[in-house]
């Protein structure tokens, strides 16, 4: 299991609890328990993640795609509902 710093007060969805997905050394990692006020918990036991490695919310990682249209349908939303929630100083990669 790992903790990350993110929750529903940075804009993260709570109906994505043991429902979510996030990407990992590359690999998807789904979100476990509730979604908590600033942290959120992964099963990561499916890599070889260690303290510090990048955890992509939205987008591309290794060969694997997030879709903020995907995690949109996972929880009966819209697109922008997701990307809008999220607070402005989760660090954000352009490509």
């Not at 939303?77 to 954000?92: D, F, G, H, V």
């Amino acid at each position: 299991m790992a903790l990350i710093p993110v929750g529903y007060f940075e804009g993260l969805d709570r109906k994505f609890s043991n429902n979510g997905l996030v990407l990992v050394d590359g690999k998807f990692c789904p979100i476990i328990g509730q979604i908590c006020m600033n942290i959120t918990m992964l099963d990561i036991s499916k890599t070889k993640a260690k303290v510090g490695d990048e955890v992509v919310l939205i987008g591309k990682q290794g060969k694997n795609i997030l879709k903020v249209e995907d995690l949109a349908e996972r929880v009966d939303t819209i697109n922008y509902e997701i990307t809008t929630r999220l607070m402005s100083y989760i660090p954000r990669k352009l490509i």
